[in-house]
């Protein structure tokens, strides 16, 4: 089975499409590991696709918050003026779809799916220290996480743990085997917001029966969304930063 892994979309459809063009349909299922909406111009669009598309979801805490679950003041003031101005524009139907996502972690056939650690679904995992409080408490081996828009992950193997690489700026894609006497955390990253200093919409390919993952970047039209954000009365700084990736 082919699982098409995505996570972090945040209400970035021209991004959405260009992940569906450049995986050219190439996998069985589509996963998503949270946070549909919040900060980009099109979360009801998002939504819509999401309810029909997706084969697992889980909500990210952007989620929670445009839907009434979470407490804005936990937010920087960028990210609580985005969660307002979705709250507003969010369809009835979309509100409540939403609401209704289930927290992380889940298990999809055979793997784990979590929006942050599998731990709390809030907590970043940006780090092999971070990593290092995780391992311990995997259920499984093989863990696709989002929530901190870095595309790559961990790997505990024989004793000692790694960062897992990500495509260079000049590389389409990068595929990874997996051991299967090591443990995974694997962020596809973000499509709607990469923060990894690559303005490339970030997904992952994972091939269970190969054991094989493949981290992709795909090139969309930025700069359309920035447009469509300060169109819409968002914050710029948030078209403002898809051109850096951060």
């Given at each position: ?5 995505i996570?972090?979309l945040?209400g970035?459809y021209?991004?959405?499409?260009a ?7 190439r ?8 946070d ?11 939504v819509e ?5 997706l084969?697992?979801?889980?909500r ?15 937010f920087n003031p960028?990210?609580q ?5 979705t709250m507003?524009?969010?369809?009835r139907?979309?509100h ?10 889940i298990?999809v056939n055979?793997?784990?799916v ?5 731990l709390?679904?809030?907590e970043y995992?940006?780090?092999l220290d971070d990593?290092a409080?995780?391992f311990?408490?995997l259920?499984g081996?093989i863990?696709f996480?989002?929530?901190?828009h ?5 790997v ?6 790694v ?5 260079r700026r ?6 990874l085997?997996?051991?299967?006497e090591?443990v995974y ?8 917001q990469?923060?990894?200093?690559d ?6 390919v994972f091939?269970s ?5 493949t981290?992709?970047?795909a090139?969309?039209d930025?700069q ?11 914050p710029?700084a948030?078209g403002q930063?898809?051109?850096?990736g951060?």
């Amino acid at each position: 089975m082919r699982y098409l892994i995505i996570s972090d979309l945040h209400g970035n459809y021209e991004a959405l499409e260009a992940v569906l063009e450049d995986s050219g349909g190439r996998y069985d299922q589509i996963v998503c590991c949270g946070d549909l909406v919040g900060y980009g111009p099109d979360p009801n669009r998002i939504v819509e696709w999401a309810k029909v598309s997706l084969f697992a979801v889980i909500r990210g805490n952007h989620d929670r918050a445009c839907c009434g679950l979470e407490d804005l003041e936990w937010f920087n003031p960028v990210a609580q003026d985005a969660s307002r101005w979705t709250m507003r524009h969010l369809t009835r139907e979309n509100h409540e779809w939403l609401r209704a996502l289930p927290s992380g972690p889940i298990q999809v056939n055979g793997f784990t799916v979590a929006h942050g650690s599998p731990l709390d679904e809030d907590e970043y995992v940006a780090s092999l220290d971070d990593a290092a409080n995780v391992f311990d408490y995997l259920n499984g081996a093989i863990t696709f996480f989002g929530h901190t828009h870095l595309q790559g992950g961990f790997v505990q193997t024989h004793g000692r743990r790694v960062a897992l690489v990500r495509p260079r700026r000049d590389e389409p894609s990068l595929r990874l085997r997996l051991d299967s006497e090591a443990v995974y955390m694997i962020n596809p990253g973000s499509i709607g917001q990469p923060r990894d200093a690559d303005p490339r919409a970030a997904y992952a390919v994972f091939d269970s029966e190969a054991r094989e993952v493949t981290l992709c970047r795909a090139v969309y039209d930025w700069q359309a969304v920035r447009r469509k954000i300060e169109e819409a009365g968002l914050p710029p700084a948030l078209g403002q930063r898809l051109a850096l990736g951060r």
